[in-house]
Antibody, heavy 121, light 110 residues
Framework: EVQLLESGGGLVQPGGSLRLSCAASRFTFASHAMSWVRQAPGKGLEWVSTLSPGGGSTYYADSVKGRFSISRDNSKNTLFLQMNSLRAEDTATYFC??????????????WGQGTLVTVSS | QTVVTQEPSFSVSPGGTVTLTCGFTSGSVSTTHYPSWYQQTPGQAPRTLIYNTNTRSSGVPDRFSGSILGNKAALTITGAQADDESDYYCVLYMGSGIKVFGGGTKLTVL
């Protein structure tokens, strides 16, 4: 069974930075597009970003474009999300998600348990 | 900005059938939107039910099914059970790498 384990969440001040990691196992990580999805407290799911298998193609929601950066290390089966210029509205649980194929259009089929990011002074 | 629409809430009787829908404000949903459906209970990660319109995820019972109905994607639950009471989210692929989630449907089984 696919395993996705997020880490790196925590409390950060507005304007600060945080780097999330997602350790993947039990599937061929380098063959799949990967995404981050977030959920603010009491709210619905929001797609944040998607990355192609080789890391050459990145896609972002307008709400994070220019502030967040997605990347991956296929040698370590790890996905990252660098979050800069954080705002209160970025407070959410961030889920790492595996897509079914290498294509950015493909569906999400597996989820991590999430890591909580709180932006507050 | 594209808005993906779902019923905010729905109610079904135990053993009954319910169809939740997923549309978007500026067009019709098709298979090229790769509609997917996720179930989530409070405090838990989402669970994938259906992807690519109608492919059931591993371990999902066959009483969950996905389809295109008219101009929307649909999730049908046949023979609803008490533990189906959850939030259900759809997501659509809108092109250029962009996915948009619906606001979710809170399903009550009573």
């Amino acid at each position: 069974e696919v395993q996705l384990l997020e880490s790196g969440g925590g409390l950060v001040q507005p304007g600060g930075s945080l780097r999330l990691s997602c350790a993947a196992s039990r599937f061929t990580f380098a063959s799949h597009a990967m995404s981050w999805v977030r959920q603010a407290p009491g709210k619905g799911l929001e797609w944040v970003s998607t990355l192609s298998p080789g890391g050459g193609s990145t896609y972002y929601a307008d709400s994070v474009k220019g502030r967040f950066s997605i990347s991956r290390d296929n040698s370590k089966n790890t996905l990252f999300l660098q979050m800069n210029s954080l705002r209160a509205e970025d407070t959410a649980t961030y889920f790492c998600a595996k897509q079914t194929t290498e294509f950015s259009s493909s569906s999400i089929d597996s989820w991590g348990q999430g890591t909580l990011v709180t932006v507050s002074s | 900005q594209t808005v993906v629409t779902q019923e905010p809430s729905f109610s079904v009787s135990p053993g009954g059938t319910v169809t939740l829908t997923c549309g978007f404000t500026s067009g019709s949903v098709s298979t090229t939107h790769y509609p997917s459906w996720y179930q989530q209970t409070p405090g838990q990660a989402p669970r994938t039910l259906i992807y690519n319109t109608n492919t059931r995820s591993s371990g999902v019972p066959d009483r969950f099914s996905g389809s295109i109905l008219g101009n929307k994607a649909a999730l049908t639950i046949t023979g609803a059970q008490a533990d189906d009471e959850s939030d259900y989210y759809c997501v659509l692929y809108m092109g250029s790498g962009i996915k948009v989630f619906g606001g979710g449907t809170k399903l009550t089984v009573l």
